[in-house]
């Protein structure tokens, strides 16, 4: 097959539903197709409803809006022959066979030949869908197995079966890698796969072991939780977040498939406290609660648990556990005195060992596995990397110890690790005992890789410089969430030093989870608190300096994000000349939230932006009423593709659906801006000046009489206001950058000593919000 | 004296902002197909009209220019016909009438076309270029003010509790929708073309409107107000247009007047509170024809928003069951600059359809005025 350009989703349930929103995310045009109900009115109504749905669901399905357009709502009775206009048809209708095998059956009518048929089953194999179905059919199918939510969840497990055509696989892998941004896990044809096998096993453990050894679900999801890398829901709020009926489903389809002599069987128990909680409605988050909710009688909202020896809500409290807190890493976790070291190892004990078990079973490849959990269940750490962190010979040792078989490859693990890094490639172990490099799919560059490798050409404790080939650097955030800092702009000017003597182009970038959440606020506190205003307003300056040096360097620069991209992380990106986002980047100016206004550029350079933009009505008033809109209320774009609307991207700038390919991405597009390179000129503005600076003030007011902004979110306001309308500018002047980022500068400093901006501050630092004053 | 009479109206549907099926549409296209249809249904020779007064609240973008001119080419008006586009804000279009009545008077023309059209889709209220004067509003900050908080005062002031004003907003709904239902809309209205197909009937018109609904809205202004996004008139596409002349040229030309223009009234008051502008604006038409409010046998009373409305029918000691008969501004909506246009065309169709002597139209206006025009039976 030649590529795919057009895709059908039959079944508009969540999955199916959440599936074609994601094809619609890349730009594919996809057909969603479901059944009529009987005496429908509107006989698309289920995929219709569905899509609906999704455009009103936080977080969304769709990265845009405008995405649903591409979505054709569409059912099965009127519409298959449609499926001839596709080149990939998804299978996401109800687990059970014959259902599945019937829809196969009418799709192999009308497909066109060499069209890929894939599944989106959890549980069912490969070997009994296809079962009867003719050869050719077998040929183009396979199964996709996604994650929910399919926008957001990076793992795609895929399954060929004997006769799948390996062409056809490897096009509709490649789709959903670069098109698509999942990372491809391949697994054997086994029950639940890799994903679901060991994280049903896991969750089954960890509730048995809370029954057994009464440990109240908050303290549970307390170990379970950050100690071992896992989201911080650990096993009770994760339940609840999937939904706590989707347990008895899998795991009673999981027992039918999987052999007699599976640890799953062992492993398996009644669990009359779900039944009874499902039975009641408690479903979870998408329910009425399920372990946790929230109790909203009385017109209070009081967070309650369920207790799980008598199956009743009782109020919830944080889990005070100190010792928790003390032990640093997995294997003291295990190691605590008393209930909680206890659990810990009866619930990662039996995981680690069954994880080691499906070696050979669910994938031949360590890595795979571990990517598998790292993707799917959102754990920082696979099962081997854990086991690794751990030590191979105390896991092995104290499974022996408490009866269990001690696994074939655990046991012979000898003192080796699963993981080394060897000449600078990171290696792991197979199943003959050997290792093998880990390679990465084609195309892909990871800064990570780069550094096992190499050294970095400048350093400091905020940032790094490193060369990653064809004459590109690569400028390193490093401070804690990537925090921005004196240092940071200090290596900034260095790099630009040494980028224009010795490199060609810069990329911007780093693989923390986000970008940067901007400056170090607690930094600033303490500046504030000690009254080093001459500091705080040099580093504001620093900032600016450097930033507009690097939008004068010679050489292109290209900032690469990906997660939140926030206040000076922002700023960085809008001094760059072309920026490569991944496709789930969240960018904003939020400067105002915590009682400031942009100050290293921001606002210069969205004036600049709005004020040419073609689209918008001619005038001094404009540009400002827009980045005031955007700008006084903090927002943040949901997805690369809404930071277009917002313009913190252009319209040229790219967009990189596959995390893992942003790097690469990033500097092709820096090597094709190095040839015939000049620097953007400065832009002069032309800015309404005080009348201006009102119009902003009274529509700010009105908000401030809905209840919508706070006395001092005026005050920020009337600061943001003068600096967007260009202070005493009158609109006959033209203002260069220098006078708007002298506005900015004294707008900040003129509010970062009230006591308002600094208990913002304290607040941010202390609980992640700013309060509301 | 001359006699000025209205001898035609017409308008197209009111459409909600934004979301309605006119908000793609052109406010000069728009204006131009009410202006042509309204001379098609005259039947008059278009050069017979002296001059084309568009009312227009924010004259700017595809709206701006001289709008009047460029709606009267696009018409195919006689190019013989002048046009002049005229802003009070949403006294725009019945100011357009008392021009034009001015002019007939005064023996500078027999035959005026009268329109107004806002498209607020397309250009915002304030404009793209709001630029208020710091100094005027340091010394009389209500002349910028919202009109939003100008109800909220209104409602203070005049003691206009919450449930009175959803009551009379479904009342308005109720009125528009049975006005609908039974086809009285239908004669004024113009099928506008538009991308998407002809565009026939009024969409703000909510015949489900309730007073529990209503109840259940956030305050729109004020965190602690009483004026509400249901108690407010909706932001609206549309245009409209009267043809006024003189009773002599009606006559030679075989129209049928609908009413004559008796009097007209204007006056500033405080802009805090300037939907109670119709009360001394009305007052003055009145007082000129010298008649009284009981004399009224049709009032078409702009419901900018239901609070001004209530305050201005009880200081005006208007008789409720002879107020916006077919529905107000609140289910039809308020395209700024057409509104004028619309209430003195439909005040005089229905003094001919309902019977009485008297009818008034009369609206508040931002910044502090009111604009009335009253009308007697021919």
Redesign the interface.
Not at chain 1, 617 to 622: I, Y
């Given at each position: 097959m030649a590529g795919i350009r057009k895709v059908a989703v039959i079944g508009a349930g969540v999955m199916g539903s959440g599936i074609a929103a994601h094809i619609a995310n890349a730009g594919v045009p996809v057909l969603l197709m479901d059944i009529v109900p009987e005496g429908a009115a509107d006989r698309n109504g289920l995929a219709a409803g569905a899509v609906a749905r999704m455009l009103k669901t936080e977080p969304a399905a769709f990265m845009a809006p405008r995405a649903a357009k591409l979505v054709e709502t569409l059912n099965v009775e009127d519409h298959l022959d449609r499926l001839g206009e596709v080149d990939w048809i998804i299978e996401v209708v109800i687990e059970r066979l014959e259902a599945k095998q019937a829809l196969y059956r009418r799709i192999d009518a009308v497909r066109r030949p060499g069209t890929a048929v894939s599944s989106n089953t959890s549980t069912i194999p490969l070997d009994a869908l296809i079962e009867g179905m003719p050869e050719a059919f077998g040929r183009d199918f396979l199964i996709t197995h996604f994650f929910n939510p399919p926008r957001y969840m990076r793992l795609l497990e895929i399954v060929t079966g004997p006769r799948t055509d390996p062409a056809l696989a490897a096009t509709v892998a490649d789709f959903a890698d670069r098109r698509l941004g999942k990372s491809i896990v391949r697994c054997k044809d086994r029950p639940g796969f890799i994903a679901n096998r060991l994280g049903i096993f896991w969750i089954q453990n960890a509730i048995a072991a809370a029954d057994d050894l009464g440990v109240p679900v908050e303290e549970a999801d307390a170990v379970m939780g950050r100690p071992f890398g896992i989201p911080k829901t650990g096993v009770f709020g994760l339940v609840d977040l999937v939904g706590l009926d989707l347990i008895p489903h899998t795991t009673r389809s999981l027992r039918a498939a999987l052999p007699a002599e599976d640890a799953f069987h062992a492993s398996y128990r009644e669990m009359p406290v779900i039944t009874a909680l499902i039975a009641q409605g408690h479903t979870g988050r998408k329910g009425k609660g399920g372990f946790y909710r929230l109790n909203r009688q009385g017109g209070q909202k009081t967070k309650e648990a369920v207790d799980l020896r008598t199956g009743a809500y009782r109020p919830s409290a944080k889990a005070d556990l100190p010792a928790l807190k003390e032990a640093k890493g997995p294997k003291a976790v295990l190691d605590l005195p008393g209930r909680v070291g206890a659990y810990a190892w009866r619930v990662m004990g039996p995981t680690l060992a069954y994880a080691a078990g499906l070696v050979g079973e669910a994938s031949d490849d360590i890595a795979a596995i571990d990517e598998a959990m790292r993707l799917g269940y959102n754990w920082k750490w696979g099962p081997f990397e854990l086991i690794d962190r751990i030590g191979g010979a105390y896991v092995a040792e104290r499974l022996a110890k408490d009866g269990y078989t001690v696994p074939p490859i655990l046991a012979g693990l000898d003192g080796k690790t699963f993981y080394r890094v060897e000449n600078g490639r990171r290696q792991v172990l197979t199943a003959g005992g050997d290792y093998k490099d880990i390679v990465r799919p084609e195309g892909v560059l990871r800064l990570e890789d780069i550094k096992l490798a190499a050294a970095p050409l400048l350093k400091n404790g905020s940032a790094a410089l490193w060369d990653i080939g064809d004459g590109v650097a690569c400028f390193e955030f490093t401070a804690q969430a990537n925090a921005l800092d004196e240092q940071v702009m200090a290596l900034l000017g260095q790099s630009i030093a040494l980028v224009t003597e010795r490199y060609k182009a810069l990329v911007v970038y780093n693989e923390g989870t986000n970008f940067s959440v901007g400056a170090n606020l607690g930094l600033a506190l303490f500046a504030a608190n000690i009254a080093a205003w001459g500091e705080i307003e040099t580093l504001v300056a620093l900032g600016q300096q450097t930033y507009q040096r690097l939008k004068s360097a010679p050489f292109p620069v290209v900032g690469a994000p990906a997660g939140m991209a926030l206040g000076g992380g922002c700023e960085i990106l809008l001094h760059s000349d072309a920026v490569q986002a991944h496709a789930e980047t969240y960018i904003g100016l939020v400067e105002a939230g915590v009682g400031l206004v942009p100050a290293w550029g921001g606002c210069k350079e969205m004036l600049a932006r709005w004020q040419s933009n073609p689209a918008m009505?001619?005038?001094?008033?404009?540009a400002p009423a827009k980045v005031f809109e955007t700008v006084s209320t903090a927002t943040v774009a949901k997805s690369a593709e809404e930071a277009k609307d917002l313009l913190f991207l252009r319209p040229t700038d790219g967009i990189t659906m596959n995390r893992d390919r942003l790097l690469a991405d990033a500097k092709a597009k820096a090597l094709s801006l190095v040839e015939g390179y000049e620097p953007r000129k400065p832009v002069s503005l032309t800015l309404?000046g005080?009348?201006?600076?009102?119009?902003l003030r009274?529509a700010a007011e009105?908000f401030a009489?809905?209840?919508i902004a706070t006395a001092h979110d005026l005050v920020v306001a009337g600061a943001l206001a003068t600096v967007l309308t260009g202070g005493e500018a009158d609109?006959l002047d033209t203002l260069d950058e220098d006078a708007i980022l002298a506005l900015e500068r004294a707008s900040f400093m003129r509010l970062v000593w009230t006591e308002a901006t600094l208990a913002r501050f304290e607040s941010v630092i202390e609980t992640g919000r700013p309060v509301r004053n | 004296m001359t006699d000025v009479v209205i001898a035609g109206y017409a308008r197209s549907p009111f459409t909600p902002a934004k979301k309605g099926a006119l908000a793609r549409v052109r406010p000069d296209d728009l204006a131009a197909q009410v202006v042509r249809r309204l001379v098609a249904q005259a039947g008059i020779p278009s050069k017979d009209i002296e001059d084309l007064i568009v009312g227009c609240a924010f004259p700017e973008?595809e709206q701006g220019f001289n709008v009047a001119r460029l709606i009267g080419m696009l018409a195919g008006l006689d190019l013989g016909v002048g046009g002049v586009t005229v802003n009070r804000f949403c006294g725009s279009s019945m100011q357009s009438v008392h021009i034009a009545a001015g002019q007939i008077m005064l023996g500078a023309g027999e035959a005026f076309l009268c329109a107004g059209v806002e498209s607020m889709s397309r250009v915002p209220m304030?404009g793209?270029?709001?630029?208020?004067?710091?100094a005027l509003?340091e010394t009389r900050p209500g002349a910028?003010i919202?009109m939003?908080?100008t109800a909220e005062n209104v409602a203070r002031r005049w003691r206009i509790t919450r449930a009175d004003q959803e009551a009379f907003a479904v009342a308005s709904h109720r009125k528009a929708a049975k006005a609908q239902a039974e086809g009285r809309l239908a004669a004024e209205i113009v099928p506008i073309t538009a991308k998407g197909g002809p565009v026939e009937a009024d969409g703000c018109i909510r015949a489900d409107a309730s007073a529990e609904g209503l109840a259940a809205l956030k305050?729109?202004?004020?965190?602690d107000?009483t004026v509400t996004a249901g108690t407010s008139s909706p932001l609206t596409d549309g245009a409209s247009a009267v043809l006024v002349c003189s009773d002599a040229y009606a006559r030679r030309a075989g129209l049928t007047p609908l009413a004559r223009i008796a009097a007209v009234g204007l006056s500033g008051c405080e802009p805090e509170i300037m939907g109670i502008g119709p009360v001394a604006a009305s007052k003055k038409a009145m007082a000129r024809a010298g008649i009284t409010a009981d004399a009224l046998g049709v009032v078409e009373l702009n419901e900018a928003f239901a609070a001004q409305a209530i305050a201005c029918i009880r200081d005006l000691g208007l008789d409720e069951k002879t107020v916006n008969i077919d529905g107000g501004a609140i289910a039809l909506g308020h395209p700024l600059g057409a509104t004028g246009a619309r209430i003195v065309g439909k005040a005089a169709a229905l003094l001919a359809r309902e019977g009485g002597r008297y009818a008034l139209a009369t609206q508040c206006i931002g910044g502090g005025q009111g604009i009335a025009t009253l009308l007697e039976r021919v």
């Open positions: 009505p001619k005038g001094p008033m404009p309404p005080p009348s201006g600076a009102l119009a009274m009105g009489r809905r209840g609109p | 973008g304030m793209f270029n709001p630029m208020p004067n710091p509003h910028y919202g939003g908080d305050p729109a202004f004020q965190q107000g």
